[in-house]
């Protein structure tokens, strides 16, 4: 970003992520970016960037809040705007890790692997910032329930993602599926342990269960694949 600034182009700054859902007003107020993305923004955010390549106005984008006498807003006051949908994980596109020094990151997790095939968690634990997200949904009227939020990716996207980690990243011993709950969806977690089985990916992995959510037919099926 200094290099670019240093050659006479002018970058503008956005920065989203748990913390600034969770305290978007004291990220705003710090005055360091010209755009905070609040929640699940990755299509808010594709949005914001073509909007500003066709010189439009940005400041009705979802999810996105400009601060007072900014780059896209020169008003007194901020622009705080509700967050859109929580995005259909089935129509996101599937993660770049070539962006990522994944050589490095699996080394100095021992050959651990971290990832996602679901978003959200119906418990409201105090401790967790999931409950804060499904308040503020529901509170800009972006969903109505917390059911919502529980999506999958499709069991076929997260295998080829794993295929392809596994033939460009040898290194890769172990996986953990960082869900807050894998279990959730009894009928997910028997298509993916048989689909898992039937890969041949054969790398061991960890999931996160709940105790009201699993029972001796699931572990089986786990244990299985």
Not at 122 to 140: G, H, S
Not at 180 to 188: I, K, V
Request: charge should be negative; aromatic fraction near 10%.
């Amino acid at each position: 970003l200094d290099a670019l600034r240093a050659a006479g182009v002018d970058v503008p700054t956005v920065v989203g992520g748990v913390h600034c859902t969770m305290v978007p007003e004291a990220v705003v107020a710090e005055g360091h970016f010209d755009v905070v993305a609040v929640g699940e923004a990755e299509l808010a955010f594709r949005e914001l960037v073509d909007r500003i390549e066709r010189g439009d106005d940005v400041r009705d984008v979802p999810n996105m809040r400009f601060p007072a006498r900014s780059r896209f807003n020169r008003n007194l006051t901020s622009i705080d705007n509700p967050v859109g949908a929580f995005p259909d994980l089935a129509a996101i596109a599937p993660n770049d890790y070539a962006l990522f020094d994944m050589e490095r990151i699996i080394r100095s997790k021992n050959g651990w692997l971290g990832l996602l095939t679901s978003r959200g968690c119906p418990y409201k634990c105090t401790y967790c910032f999931n409950q804060e997200i499904v308040d503020r949904y529901v509170e800009d009227g972006a969903a109505q329930t917390s059911k919502e939020y529980l999506r999958h990716y499709p069991v076929p996207r997260i295998l080829e993602e794993i295929r392809s980690l596994k033939a460009r990243h040898p290194e890769i011993e172990h996986l953990i599926f960082d869900d807050d709950l894998f279990t959730l969806d009894r009928a997910y977690v028997r298509e993916f342990s048989q689909a898992y089985k039937a890969s041949g990916i054969g790398l061991p992995y960890v999931v996160n269960a709940h105790v009201q959510v699993f029972d001796e037919e699931m572990a089986f099926q786990l244990a299985d694949s």
